[in-house]
């Protein structure tokens, strides 16, 4: 059974931090691409960044461009989103994501709150 467990959440003022976390299970972890996505309220899903499987690649959408940073680490089964300079049309629940060609696993999201 495959497991992605999201935590790291939560409300923050606008310059903020938060880094999310996700834990996987059920697959190996190491040969699948990490992926995040959020979704803001009326707003389509969007994909923030692209882990490649060794890590030394990430790609971001523009508008997080140098201020968030993506990471794994595979021999804890885990992906990260350390978070920076928050802003509040950073609000959004964030997803998890585990992709190999046609396999897709994902995690059960996290609400991200940017408010002053």
């Known amino acids: 059974q495959v497991q992605l467990v999201e935590s790291g959440g939560g409300l923050v003022q606008p310059g903020g931090s938060l880094r999310l976390s996700c834990v996987v299970s059920?697959?190996?972890?190491?040969?699948?691409?990490s992926n995040w996505y959020r979704q803001a309220p009326g707003k389509q899903r969007e994909l923030v960044a692209s882990?490649?499987?060794?890590?030394?690649?990430?790609h971001y959408t523009n508008s997080v461009k140098g201020r968030f940073s993506g990471s794994r680490d595979n021999a804890k089964n885990t992906m990260y989103l350390q978070m920076n300079s928050l802003k509040v049309e950073d609000t959004a629940v964030y997803y998890c994501?585990?992709?190999?060609?046609?396999?897709?696993?994902w995690g059960q999201g996290t609400q991200v709150t940017v408010s002053s």
């Open positions: 994501n585990a992709e190999r060609g046609r396999n897709n696993y």
């Open positions: 882990i490649n499987t060794g890590g030394d690649f990430v």
């Open positions: 059920g697959i190996s972890f190491s040969i699948y691409v």
